[in-house]
């Protein structure tokens, strides 16, 4: 197994780490609008399973390129003509590596622009936060390729924008963009420079206790995955760990000395 990036055998993605901890994952198959084949999703569980591990602070999702991901290489399914076991087993390895992304521990920010569409849009839902920029669009137009989603869209888009806007997008392809986007949940931010902006809330999460990041960047999905009553359990127990960790100590003292910076809108 990979011990620093450099380790990593990759031939879809580039991944790079700053000396902050800071890392950029990118999507580099520019020719195919960064679809998604089969090579790609094994190199993004293997990357998304040793960053954790690596160091990785904070995590950029990135792509070459005019378009962020076109969703599943369509090419190569069509080549492959799969049987239905087979697929499924694909399908599995994209939750394997959505899961990896999710679950992680690690803040994921994904600069979108250009197409995030179909498994596209599922590989961005499983980022923890999404920046789109004004060439961003986002579809899922399974039904009228004869298709399904098989990535976790059921799961992670439904949960973003709902289940009856969910089931629109993939009965009609309705495309959703800009602000139209921003308020039904596809993103959280829409700025002229993504990744700019990607890399300003990397960083910014990257000054919290790595603690802190690994609760919110886990504990919250695997509480909204619980029953009422076993998610209260479970927040309590982490809030419990994290709340008392010694690298709140400091923070809480400047709190207390009223030194530490307030929060108030802009």
């Known amino acids: 197994m990979a011990k620093t990036v450099d ?3 990759l031939q ?14 990118t999507l580099n198959r ?6 998604l ?14 960053l954790p591990r690596m160091g990785a602070r904070a995590v950029v999702l990135r792509a070459e390129g005019t378009h962020f991901c076109a969703g599943l290489d369509l090419v190569e399914h ?19 590596a959505f899961n990896k992304m999710e679950y992680g521990g690690v803040p994921v920010i994904a600069a979108l622009k250009g197409a995030v569409v179909g498994g596209g849009l599922e590989l961005a839902s499983s980022a923890h936060i999404r920046v789109a920029d004004q060439s961003t669009y986002f579809a899922l137009p399974e039904g009228q390729r004869g298709l399904f989603t098989g990535g976790g869209a059921t799961i992670r888009v439904a949960d973003l924008v709902g289940k009856a806007r969910m089931i629109d997008m993939m009965l009609t392809g309705r495309v959703y963009k800009q602000d ?20 300003e809330i990397a960083r910014a999460a990257a000054t919290n206790p790595p603690l802190s990041n ?7 999905s695997h509480m909204q995955n619980m029953s009422a009553l076993d998610a209260a359990y479970a927040e309590s127990v982490v809030a419990g760990i994290v ?9 809480l003292e400047a709190f207390a000395n009223k030194t530490a910076a307030r929060v108030r809108p802009e």
């Open 37 to 50: 084949n089969a090579e790609t999703i094994e190199e993004l569980i293997e990357v998304f399973s040793g």
């Open 214 to 220: 690994f609760a919110i960047c886990s504990a919250i």
């Open 12 to 25: 879809n993605l580039l991944v790079d780490m700053d000396e902050d901890g800071i890392t950029t994952v």
């Open 78 to 96: 069509h080549k492959e003509d799969r049987r239905p076991e087979e697929f499924m087993h694909v399908c599995l390895r994209w939750h394997e």
């Open 243 to 251: 709340n008392t960790q010694p690298a709140s100590r400091g923070r």
């Open 30 to 35: 520019a020719d195919k609008r960064n679809a």
């Open 180 to 199: 139209e986007a921003i308020s039904v949940g596809l993103a959280q931010y829409l700025v002229e420079d993504s990744e700019a902006k990607a890399y």
């Open 7 to 9: 380790d990593f055998s």
